[in-house]
């Protein structure tokens, strides 16, 4: 650190301020191939890497642990550099999974990664001296660091300021100020990469493992350097004030829930209905430029229903990562875990998982993807595992079918609440008990937390960006057509050759005498118990795709029967299934897992098959013991 | 002629983190908990010699808001219960007459 070079300055206050040596043509150093992103949780580091990588990644999971890989390329670079982005922690004792996997990929020490060049350290500007913490540990490491004080903007409008130079004298390491949120500082990012580096000598205390002391150098540190704290806006103090108000704080938490809530099913159902109808259409007109035969049901029923049934989600999840995404940034997500915490910790969880369980509602994908932000492991997976028996969307279409078959209007409680739309509230309850149940038999069992305390970080109320949301809509909509789209895919394709073979005159043989038919009357003897015949048992079968399934099929099927294909399904249904069996179905529907979208969104988010295995085989059992006492206690009561 | 002493007494009781009043200061003494949890606190930043000031209360009671180093940190109760300090703020003058010693 020979050319120490100020630039931008003390005049534009939320702009650049860089300590960091001029780019030098390297001729003699090493060249930079991969760098790793580290930092704290809540430093800014996702939208950093977000930003630098202009979103060519990979995301993956790091072998044998619940712990996000995320590896990308840096945009506009001149030769390829690769970026890891570290899960974010606090200090590098090995103390959790995150913090092991932290230190094994900077030492060179993970399988299949490369050892990084050089190590963009970012840090929080607002929270210094916390934050310099890690900086200790990691510039120790003696790789080429660059540290990135990142909310400058922020740091900077609250009236904060510190040396740059003299810190980065201190860290022996260049230091830059940039924002994340406002692109700002990040070409020194591009310099740093650029230049010649050679192992610096480190010239900090050797007081890395010991937290206790960590915390006092960088708190002298931060005495050295000036650090003059920013005072934190009054308006979050102010905003606090309101929406943590004994009163005024969960009545605004209700009626911010029960907003999200209804702009999801009343926009997002509507969108998913549509965006169906408009791919069926795409669909049959395609279909058209292919001869009639099994080469157009092959594409039609087995390819494009398969796709379509996944796409017809991704109105509904992207709608909710909007809300979930909105939440988060603006910092009432925080808020809203705070007020949630007190009636989650009865079931033996706690806050965050409030909003994922909420989300669930609507579809389960979207909320297991969402308790990303639980970091306590056992309660992301209590949560996990729970999450599909709320009632989600894609239950809807056979609760309503059943419901209106089999149950006449009557009013129940006077005008307000008809047989109707108690039972449907009934199957909500049925759902939200089971997931209670589950979760405290799993919180006093297999998950039992080694009772990490709960923490819960406050970030100051921001102003939510486009780009960070529309980054946010972009990664996970990716994520869930890669997973759950291939797995639905093959899926569909076994439902469509079970449903098409054996040929039949070299063409599409009639339901009944098809592999599917046999399978369904194979189970026969199983589900008899519980009140289905062989079709509701095809209908089981093909709706492992997805709930909503089970509605056409039961189509196909009674629509090609002679007997009932004059009739509606409604009456269809009546003449084949007596009530208590409509019951037991029902029930069934309310506890079954059946969903490969979610199985697939649970595998890659626990990163094994054990979880999804467990979750499949409980839902089934629990499902099957209730819709067989359903329907024996009923048929006898109605005999 | 009346003498006085001025005594400054500095309460130095370790009392929880849970005991403080709200928008009272203190400084963490220690933190009575298995290391690996100690650990775990002293990472987001509840490390002894940090000072902390109670915020303010979750709407239902619990968890309750500390602030520590300028940052926000909700903790429950059972968490806070464990967290030793020393109260910053009882710092008192206490004049004491003596009488008159001439």
Known sequence: MTSILTKGCCDTPSGPVIAIAERTPSASGREIRTVALIGPPNSGKSTLFNRLTRLRQKVGNYPGVTVEQRVGLLAGADHPIQIIDLPGVYSLTPYSDDERVAVNVLTGKMDGMPCPDAVLLVLDVTHLSRHLVLAAPVIALGLPTLVLLNMADVFAKGGGSLDVVKLAAELGAPVAMVSATQETGLDAVDRFLHQDHNPQPSALPPVLQDLRQCRKWAGQVGDRVNYQQHLPSKWSRRLDDIFLHKIWGPLIFILVVGAVFQTVFGLGQPMSNAFQDLLTRLGQQAALFIPDGILRSLVLNGLWKGVSSVLVFLPQILLLFFFIGLLEDS??????????????????????????????????????????????????????????????????????????????????????????????????????????????????????????????????????????????????????????????????????????????????????????????????????????NWKIGVGLLTSVIAREVIVGTLGTIYGTDPATHAMTLQNALRQDLTLAGAMALLVFFAFAMQCTSTLAIVRRETNSWKWPVVQFVYMTIVAYSAAFAVNQVLSRLLK | MRYTFLMTIRESVDVALLDLAPGEAATIDHISLPPADEHFLMRIGLVPGAQVRFSRRAPLGDPSVYSVDGTEIALRAETARHIMVQRDTVQQDVVAPLGDLS
Not at chain 1, 434 to 447: F, G, H, P
Not at chain 1, 494 to 507: C, K
């Open chain 1, 331 to 532: 910092g009432y997500l925080a808020r809203a875990a705070l007020i949630a915490d007190r009636t989650m910790r009865g079931v033996g969880l706690n806050g965050k998982a409030f909003i994922p369980l909420l989300s669930a509602y609507a579809c389960a994908v979207p909320a297991i993807m969402a308790t990303r932000t639980i970091e306590n492991k056992r309660d992301r997976i209590a949560t996990i595992l729970i999450a599909p028996f709320m009632t989600c969307s894609a239950r809807l279409p056979i609760y309503t079918l059943l419901i209106a078959a089999f149950i006449p209007e009557r009013p129940v409680v006077g005008v307000f609440l008809g047989t109707r739309a108690f039972a449907m509230l009934s199957l909500y309850v049925l759902g939200f008990l089971a997931a209670i149940v589950t979760a405290r038999l799993l919180k006093s069992s297999v998950l039992k937390s080694a009772a990490v305390p709960f923490v819960l970080e406050m970030p100051a109320y921001r102003w939510p960006t486009w780009q960070s949301i529309g980054l946010r809509l972009f990664d996970r909509g990716r994520v869930f057509l890669r997973q759950a789209g291939t797995i639905i895919l093959a899926v569909s394709l076994l439902v469509w050759v079970l449903t098409n073979l054996p040929l039949h005159n070299g063409g599409v043989p009639p339901l009944e005498q098809s592999v599917i038919a046999h399978l369904g009357h194979g189970i026969e003897p199983v589900i008899r118990p519980l009140g289905f």
